[in-house]
């Protein structure tokens, strides 16, 4: 049996009076795809930001790949593997796609050198990369537009690229599919099983027919707390997740 | 040889400066905290604060009529320069803000200088608040007792408005939680402009304070607007009334350091507020 | 490089060429001075988008620094303004350090704060600086490098020659600068700092790095300036300084660092020919900078943008 390749242990975090995440504990095994699930509110997207560090925990530890990272800076776990996709799209709105995904390829083909002696144009060799990646997403075609002018949809598709550019062997991504059609949401459907045969995702999602689906487990989440997790037919099954987020 | 005596006189000294810092500082905390931008023109309302009270008190003979003069003058000009220009830009456009002060600044600098000459000129405090008052252990002139007093009665009464009635309450959301005041649908607009208002108002009352204690130079408001930013800094910028408290601080740390270097002690300040930020980056008062 | 570039540089380098015919020697060395000093702005305030209004404390640094080595020592050229650069380039080195972390407001007054502690330590330190009169006396090195034959850098022609090699070369230094991934990194911390910091680029050290590399070549502007009239003026430290060089990169545009010479440009033929119109020449500056704010955001590169298709137009309409 290997180690988990992320391990989060009895985490904590507090606003004010408010626990938003209340000691959660987590193993997310290697190559596995993971749905987190839970009504708004319940500390998801909460967790993802004090695993990208964007928060620092009250409480309670975080290991990846067995090195603790809990008292890291953002930058830094980015650099050990862990590439994020949030919520509210975020992208680099005054550039083209293609310079959108060049960033991320730079930093993972050279470390994130601060490099001010050579042109930015220099760095042709990440080019073959960032077109496979355009590709996979399918925005070849709209890679010199700038990525303020995208569609949501495609903006969406952009933010995945982004992150997939680091080359993280950990992906989180918040809501992936949120507010795309039906067709939008099949395609992305379809990259993040591409993505997952070869890597290890965790995801927060609503769309119960992308979640039963895809994954290999599903963690429920309410009010900062685990309360189901398990195959996703188990997890189904289970009472207390009725009570909670099935509303039955 | 430093007695008791001078010591005492430097406290006093330091203490009616450090009101004038705070109400400076007051005033650019109200501004700042409803256009989150700090106002460069500042400087330049205390500077016409005190030509303004030094015009008016030398022709109606009148020193309150001065002070009263000043802090309107400068009150209306606060609010043209919001209505008119301040207005025009995106809120959040910190940089066409800021230039868009420092413009005024030179306009207002420039125009005292017309109407003014650029000579700095003195001006007596009325007959009643020259000499000292003996306060036992060392005396205390009377001008700065009474720029001790004046600012903190203004200060209170600034106070009670913004702790004590419903403008206030308004100014004071903007200040401490503008996301939350623009949420709950506060019309952040005539906010704005009466909290400039108000701002430039302190400035201009305290640019009218320190015409009898400092005289009149046209460096005097780049000069204070300086110091002033420093004190809303250390003060904690969340912090309504940590400005005031550093304000007091600085003053007194300034006026001792003149008896031991009396050739840097403007530098002592800003490396002293360094320093702090530097073990305290919220400031003094500020959360966070 | 890109076509736009090559156009641009080839412009910059006719307008050294051709500005001695309009200008006095003198001024049109001061012109390609602060040239410098608000390209060196550039990569902090135009591409990282900090408002830094500690710009006049580097070019200070520099120019005090510098300025006292050639007052107290014949050196040649090469060591005031190597110790001109390194002494600006430290100070900005711990200043950014220490002005990065804040957040935009707090960010403003603390860089403000910076260049009034200089301006303060400046203005107190009498005997080394000249305080308030300024550091008087500074002669123009008779040599610029080591063991090279002399040149006599008070003949106007030679020091604008000199100036104008120094400010061409460091432009193109800065434009490599803005161009390389540090400056991708500025802007991509500009635009959206949380996801740059998500993808694995540590900002802040970034932003400090770009704060070092302005201190630099600002500190070398603020040599080439103590020369330029053989004294320091402590003006040059004021806050007000910091101001104008603001506005030098804003009125040239923000989206080029071709901007900041041509803000640089309009500052300097606006206050000299102001200053022949009326004593109080500032107040029409200040009106100026006002009508730019409100009205011309972009710059003077804007106002191009936005004439060009007008010309084309009118050129377009007189072609078959």
Known sequence: MTAPLLSVSRLVMNFGGHRAVDGVSLDIDSGKLVCILGPNGA?????????????????????????????????????????RSYQITSIF????????????????????????????????????????????????????????????GDQRLLEIAITLATGPRLILLDEPTSGLSQEETGRVGGLIRTLAASTTVVMIEHKMDVVMEISDRLVVMDRGRVIADGSPAAVAADAAVKAAYFGT | MITSALLGVQVANGLAVGALYALMAFGLSIIKGLLNVPNFAHGALFLVGAYVAWAVSGGSGSFWLGLLAAAAATALLGMAIERLLV????????????????????????????????????????????GAVDLGFSPFPRYLLFIVVAAAVVIAAVWALIERTWIGARIRAGIERPEMAQSLGIDVEALVTAAFALGAGLAGLAGALAAPLTGLSVT???????????????????SIYGGVLAGLLVGVVQSLAALWVPQASTVVIYAAMILVLAVRPQGLLGER | MTRSRMVGLGVLAGSILVAPALLSFSTASELLIFGLAAAAAYPVIGVGGLFSFGQAALFGIGGYTGGWLMAHAALPLLWPLLAGAAAAGLFATAMGAMCVRRSSIYFIMLTFAFNQLVYYAIYSWRGVTGGQDGLADIARPARLLPYLPGVNLDRPVNFYVLVAVIVFGCFLLLLRIVDSPLGRVLDAAKQNARRAAAIGYDIHRAQTLAFALSGVFSGIAGVLYAMLYWIMPIDAVAWVNSGNLVFMVLIGGLGSIFGAPIGAAVFILLQDSLSLVWDRWPLLFGLIVIGVVLFLQGGVLELGGMLRPALRRASGADAP
Not at chain 1, 117 to 136: H, N, S, T
Not at chain 2, 220 to 238: E, N, P, R, S, Y
Request: proline share 5%; no cysteine.
């Open chain 1, 43 to 83: 500390g998801k997207t909460t967790l993802f930001n004090l695993l990208t560090k964007d928060l620092r925990p009250t409480s309670g530890s975080i290991r990846f790949d067995g090195s603790d990272v809990t008292a890291l800076p953002p930058h830094a776990v980015a650099r050990l593997g862990i590439g």
């Open chain 1, 93 to 152: 709105p005054a550039w083209s796609v293609e310079d959108n995904v060049w960033i991320a390829a730079y930093r993972h083909a050279h470390g994130g050198r601060l490099v001010f002696g050579r042109r930015a144009a220099f760095y042709r060799a990440v080019a073959p990369r960032i077109a496979g990646l355009l590709d996979l997403v399918g925005l070849t075609k709209l890679r010199g537009v700038s990525a303020g002018a995208l569609s949501y």
């Open chain 2, 87 to 130: 207005r025009r830009l995106h809120r959040g456009a910190y940089l066409f803000q800021l230039l868009l002060l420092f413009g005024t600044a030179l306009v207002m600098e420039q125009t005292v200088i017309a109407i003014w000459g650029g000579l700095g000129r003195s001006m007596s405090p009325p007959p009643w608040l020259t």
């Open chain 2, 220 to 238: 005097m408001g780049t000069d204070m607007l300086a110091i002033a930013l420093v004190v809303v800094v250390l003060g904690g910028l969340g």
